[in-house]
């Protein structure tokens, strides 16, 4: 195992918390000259850093493998069909504080979990059995990742072989943030702090590009959109940016106006559509191609996670109102309220879309299907 030591920065990342304060669920569609806003495009020009030979160790090469599902019983993909159909398939115990957050593996096998208690366990989705339980040494972080093909699980520090369980490579710690694979599981994504956010090469293990933030951002949420072109990352500056990820261009900005801590963000499968979420007590929907804002969805109180379903038909948010709540995407209308017994920090859909994960500060992990 080789540690990736890059050059020293001065921030680190920070996690910033919201207080909770009332709840108010309503949701209002703008009009779409409400809050246009047109591209504005700052150049970077593309750099690429190379990482010394010996921190260079190549990852293992990615492979392709079709998604199986989840098996849980009925097999139903939840949709705006099937969403009043919805009820709790189980619940996961082991951490010992809150759960921050929560990735499925591309095949939807697996589940991980990161907890404040400093572990992330890795969970098999069919059953609910704890499989393996990474570590206890990681800092404040709220994003994991897969690796589309599910070989490889990335945290804000580590990247792991989910079958060896095994380190592969250590990032430096003054580089942890938020991991983010590309679709084609080619490249990963690390934001984090005021530092630059760096792309990686899975294969070579090098940096291929750095993305110039502002210095005195903390980047709070990055992700990759469905076709691989565009990098979106956003902290709390109230600013979402899209990156031209081939150029290091910045594409579009999408602007809150004021500072606003935006803790997550989510490409619609379709690419069209982009949510983001946070302390102003809102989901966001924007138009990716305009930069309108299709719907704003009132939820109350700061919101950490928000998701697609792989259909597109909802979208699931989760915040300090305790619950988790389902969106018709297409009308902007509250159709689904999944209730927690404290603030929730983090919401996904499985692959397949037969379940949906809920965690918080209630130290648990929520699995949601359709059982018949």
Same mark, same amino acid.
């Given at each position: 195992m080789k540690t990736l030591r890059l050059l020293p920065v001065l921030t680190m990342f920070v996690l910033v918390a919201t207080s909770c304060q009332g709840v108010a669920t309503t949701a209002t569609s703008l009009p779409p000259t409400a809050t246009s806003f047109p591209p504005t495009a700052t150049s970077f020009p593309p750099t690429a850093t190379s990482l010394p030979p010996t921190a260079t160790r190549p990852l293992p090469t990615p492979t392709s493998a079709p998604p199986t599902g989840t098996g849980i019983p009925g097999g139903v993909p939840i949709s705006l069909d099937t969403v009043k159909q919805i009820e709790l398939v189980r619940s996961l115990s082991g951490h010992k504080s809150r759960v921050m957050a929560l990735a499925f593996s591309g095949d939807g096998a697996y589940l991980a979990s990161y907890s404040s208690d400093k572990t992330i366990k890795l969970w098999d989705a069919r059953s609910g059995q704890e499989t393996f339980t990474f570590g206890n040494q990681f800092q404040d972080i709220n994003s994991i990742a897969f690796s589309p093909d599910g070989h490889l699980l990335a945290s804000a520090e580590t990247i792991w072989d989910v079958e060896s369980k095994q380190v592969t490579h250590t990032l430096d710690r003054l580089e942890a943030g938020h991991p983010a694979f590309s679709d084609d599981g080619t490249l990963l994504a690390v934001s984090g702090g005021g530092s630059p956010i760096k792309l990686w090469d899975i294969v070579s293990g090098q940096v291929v590009r750095t993305f110039e933030e502002q210095a005195d951002n903390v980047t709070f949420a990055t992700a990759f959109s469905p076709d691989d072109t565009l990098l979106v990352t956003s902290g709390r500056d109230g600013i979402v940016t899209l990156w031209d990820v081939k150029s290091g261009q910045v594409v579009r900005t999408f602007s809150y106006g004021r500072e606003v801590g935006i803790h997550s963000v989510a490409f619609s499968?379709? +690419?069209? /559509?982009?949510?983001?979420? $946070? !302390?102003?007590?809102? #989901? %966001?929907? *924007?138009?990716?191609? %305009? +930069?309108? #804002? #299709?719907? !704003?969805?009132?939820? @109350?109180? +700061? /919101?950490? $996670? #928000?998701?697609?379903?792989?259909? @597109?038909?909802?979208?699931?948010?989760?915040?300090?109102?305790? %619950?988790?709540?389902? *969106?018709?995407v297409a009308s902007g209308r509250l159709v689904r309220t999944l209730s927690h017994s404290d603030e929730v920090m983090a919401v996904v859909f499985s692959p397949d879309g037969t379940l949906l994960a809920s965690g918080g500060y209630d130290n648990q992990v929520y699995l949601w299907g359709i059982s018949r």
């Open positions: 499968p379709d +690419g069209k /559509l982009l949510a983001s979420a $946070g !302390t102003d007590e809102a #989901v %966001t929907i *924007w138009d990716v191609a %305009t +930069g309108q #804002v #299709v719907h !704003t969805l009132r939820q @109350g109180n +700061g /919101l950490y $996670g #928000v998701t697609f379903s792989p259909d @597109g038909s909802l979208l699931a948010s989760a915040g300090c109102d305790r %619950t988790v709540k389902l *969106w018709d």
